[in-house]
């Protein structure tokens, strides 16, 4: 007979994972750190393989920890919902979230919609700043949750979607023609701004930033006035904005990892209960495995 999981191991894997440590861990379940290590001995001889390899100070996952990771997020949300649904007490309180605005028109009103209807009595506080704040505010405990992009591994994230990056300009306008090339971007230390100038320097084509800005709703509206041209997820086109490719003599840009950071300070039910509505809501990693397979 085939061993079955342990739902409390898999939560304990899960906060090694997010939070890169078996003390971070430990205060996340609350539990000692020679409890944790006895639960990861317990869960590796459950599956016959090793899950994580020392790096340094830090615990890194195995090929098999990060195939199983995927498995234990799954499993420990599901045990969360299925709880959840037989419990005669209904959640109350307060959760906190942080989003970049360009994520926030597209992405906030089926969240709010579907997370409002199954908790009506939970008050959700949502915070709309790029994506370095709000790593800040979730190391810092200000935030349970944030929805963010282009971490390039510098903090724990569960990536949920995956989008292409894309060069876009003005429908009614020929800004893509304008030497030197206007550009609206984020600020000097965003991540779109620099892969755009990096794709765009490797041309030889003459450009300038003529806009800078943080916000989605500035940098639009330079594009969709034929101010200038810019880069933008495939969530973040606007009714009058055209995508520029190869034929206008724009290079092709990365796709974007866009995940779900949380809080390694405390986990509550509230925070894993929007975490399993942004999830549902915006998942789209299950359908780009399967279009590469």
């Known amino acids: 007979m085939a061993h079955l999981l342990d739902i409390d191991q898999l ?17 996340v379940v609350h539990k000692t750190q020679s409890a944790v290590s006895m639960q990861m001995k317990r869960l590796e001889e459950r599956i016959g393989q090793a899950v994580f390899a020392r790096d340094g100070r830090g615990s890194k996952l195995t090929e098999s920890g990060e195939r199983l990771l995927d498995y234990a997020r799954r499993i420990v949300r599901l045990n969360h919902e299925a709880m959840s649904a037989f419990s005669g007490a209904a959640l109350t309180g307060n959760v906190r979230l942080g989003v970049p605005d360009d994520y926030a028109d597209r992405y906030l009103p089926e969240i709010m919609a579907r997370f409002s209807r199954s908790y009506p009595s939970v008050e ?3 915070m709309c700043e790029p994506t370095p704040d709000l790593i800040e ?23 949920f979607r995956r989008e292409r990056l894309l060069w876009v300009g003005s429908m009614r306008h020929a800004t893509h023609e304008i030497e030197p090339l206007p550009l609206a971007l984020g600020r000097p230390n965003c991540s779109w701004r620099r892969i ?9 084509r003459r450009h300038r930033v003529l806009y800078s800005s943080w916000n989605a709703g500035a940098v639009a509206a330079a594009v969709l006035a034929g101010l200038a041209i810019s880069v933008l997820p495939e969530s973040g086109m606007r009714p009058g ?4 490719g190869h034929a206008d003599g724009f290079p092709t840009l990365p796709t974007v990892d866009i ?3 949380r809080s390694p300070h405390e986990r509550s039910a509230l925070a894993d209960a929007l975490a399993e509505h942004i999830i549902s809501s915006l998942d789209n990693m299950s359908e780009t495995v399967a279009a590469a397979e």
């Open 241 to 244: 904005m055209r995508v520029l």
């Open 11 to 27: 939560r304990t894997f899960v906060a090694i994972a997010e939070t890169g440590s078996f003390t971070r861990a430990g205060e």
């Open 137 to 159: 505010r979730i190391q810092g405990g200000e935030i349970d949750l944030a929805i963010i992009t282009n971490t390039e591994g510098k903090f724990p994230v569960e990536t």
């Open 196 to 204: 755009a100038l990096e794709r765009i320097e490797e041309t030889g």
């Open 259 to 261: 995940g779900l950071a």
């Open 124 to 126: 959700l506080t949502v």
